[in-house]
């Protein structure tokens, strides 16, 4: 079968198309032919090696396809599901751990199913499991025109939050008021102050933020007192060790550095957090917006694209 192999740790380029055997079949596994991989931005630290993996791999974790064999006999092959945390999702036929999918209604569409649950699920877990929303919280978002920023933007509004998103253009500006923000900021040397000063001089209650070292200063400045700092990311690199006497200084600030992996540690809480997003995008509460479609070969171009901020929404690769 056809996969992505990165070859080596490094930029896009080190992701090549190739042929690989197809899984075994395994009992605790389903066999699925993957119809679209989700792109997520994980899967660039893993490639470039700033978080630990072994090359040669197939990369990507999530997708959505249709089942080619269940050992148990449980699921009849043909049904479309979608998955997370199946490494080798970047391949034609990817083996799901069983705990780990979901069945997809028939009214969402297969590229959209394919991108739904790791950022649908970091997003809720966010909201509910981090810190528990309350009506009228306020909230930044940063990078909020991205795949976890829009649906983080419309689940926080849905719930009644407030939210301040920071966008790096006009276009992401746009997406960020259609997920329902607030108010849309750009990055800037002010940009604190500009928060601060539309939440009347007190703080936001949350700074969710994906960018890492490029805003956690402002992050730590915009918090109201006693407010939580969610650094949930590094798109722009690595937060740099700091004081813990800054947490004080700015106002005795909590500060959390969450994954997805630790609140969806069991297979049931998987499903609990994955059957929330599911009913979400079938009712239409949350819409995942997916960036164009790249083909299965382009995967280079895609983390290319994702890197250097020209795709907004989530990304998905076209593979069967
Ligand atoms: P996005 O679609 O949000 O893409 C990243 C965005 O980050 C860009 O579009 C860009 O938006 C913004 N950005 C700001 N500065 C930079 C920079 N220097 N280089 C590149 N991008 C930059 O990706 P995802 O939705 O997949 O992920 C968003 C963040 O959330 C990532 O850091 C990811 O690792 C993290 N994440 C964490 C999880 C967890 O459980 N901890 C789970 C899922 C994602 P703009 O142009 O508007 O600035």
Redesign the pocket.
Same mark, same amino acid.
């Given at each position: 079968m056809k996969a992505i192999l990165v070859t080596r740790h490094g930029g896009p380029d080190v992701l090549e198309l190739a042929d690989v055997p197809v899984p075994s079949p395994d009992p605790d596994h389903i066999l699925v032919r993957v119809l679209y991989a989700g792109v997520?931005?994980?899967d660039t630290?893993f490639r470039s090696g700033s978080y630990p993996s072994s090359p040669p791999y197939i990369p990507g974790t999530e997708g959505c396809g249709q089942v080619l064999e269940d050992p148990s006999g449980d699921i009849a092959p043909g049904t479309l599901v979608a998955w997370h945390d199946a490494p080798g999702s970047y391949a034609e036929v990817v083996s799901v751990p069983r705990g780990r999918l979901v069945a997809v209604p028939d009214s969402v569409p297969p590229a959209i199913a394919a991108s739904m649950l790791?950022?649908g699920m970091?997003a809720h877990y966010l909201l509910h499991g981090t810190r528990e929303t309350r009506p009228g919280d306020t909230m930044v978002i940063t990078?909020?025109?991205? *795949?976890?920023?829009l649906i983080l933007t419309q689940m926080a509004t849905e719930l009644g939050a407030v939210v301040f998103s920071v966008?790096? !253009?006009e276009d992401?500006e746009r997406l960020a008021y259609d997920a329902g923000a607030a108010h849309v900021f750009r990055?800037d040397a002010n940009l604190a102050e500009q928060v601060r000063s539309a939440t009347g001089g007190r703080g936001v209650d949350v700074v969710y933020d994906?960018? *890492?070292k490029?805003t956690f200063a402002m992050a730590l400045d915009v918090c109201r007192p006693r407010g939580l700092v969610c650094s949930?990311? !590094?798109?722009?690199g690595e937060v740099e060790p700091f004081q813990i006497q800054e947490l004080n200084r700015h106002g005795s600030l909590f500060l959390t550095r969450?994954?997805?992996g630790a609140y969806v540690s069991t297979d049931d809480e998987f499903r609990f957090r994955a059957q929330a997003v599911v009913r979400a995008v079938e009712s239409g509460s949350i819409t995942v917006r997916v960036h164009e479609p790249y083909p299965l070969a382009d995967a280079s171009q895609a983390h290319q694209d994702?890197?250097s901020?020209s795709?907004?929404g989530s990304?998905v690769l076209k593979v069967n």
């Open positions: 997520n931005y994980i630290y790791l950022q970091t990078a909020g025109a991205g *795949g976890v920023g966008v790096s !253009s992401k990055y994906g960018v *890492g490029s949930f990311g !590094s798109a722009s969450p994954s997805l994702l890197q901020r795709t907004s990304v």
